[in-house]
């Protein structure tokens, strides 16, 4: 099993770019994808979600209008488009699975950060003029 996270790299602010989560060796059909992210001297902080059962997404309060969260099953890959980045968004970003059925349950658990069974390593984003 394994996630691998790409796409970040050094971008001006107002840029824009795509977070790719690339799953594989899943043999479960219910992965819930998150993606984190951890800035120098600050806690990792949920940044957005995604569930299996539904599609239901969710998206830290900073993020919402800016980034979209989209789900390809027949690729195995969660896509994080990131527009209109600003400087605060500079982080290490990385994406994890939960495998759980309900949308309840994987939203929870990705809240705690506790319980995911799989992480991807990080890409940088870095949003800089």
């Known amino acids: 099993v394994q996630l691998q996270a790409s796409g970040g790299g050094l971008v001006q602010p107002g840029g824009s770019l795509k977070l790719s989560c690339a799953a594989s060796g899943f043999t479960s059909d219910y992965y819930n994808i998150g993606w984190f992210r951890q800035a120098p001297g600050k806690a990792r902080e949920r940044v957005s979600c995604i569930s299996s059962d539904d599609g239901t997404t969710y998206y830290e309060e900073s993020v919402k209008g800016r980034f979209t969260i989209v789900r390809d099953d027949g690729k195995n890959a969660v896509y994080l488009q990131m527009d209109s980045l600003k400087p605060e968004d500079t982080a290490v970003y990385s994406c994890?699975?939960?495998?759980?059925?309900?949308?309840?349950?994987?939203?929870?658990?990705?809240?705690?950060?506790?319980?995911?069974?799989?992480w991807g390593k990080g890409t940088q984003v870095t949003v800089s003029s």
């Open positions: 994890a699975a939960v495998l759980v059925r309900t949308t309840a349950q994987a939203m929870g658990l990705m809240k705690k950060q506790t319980g995911m069974d799989y």
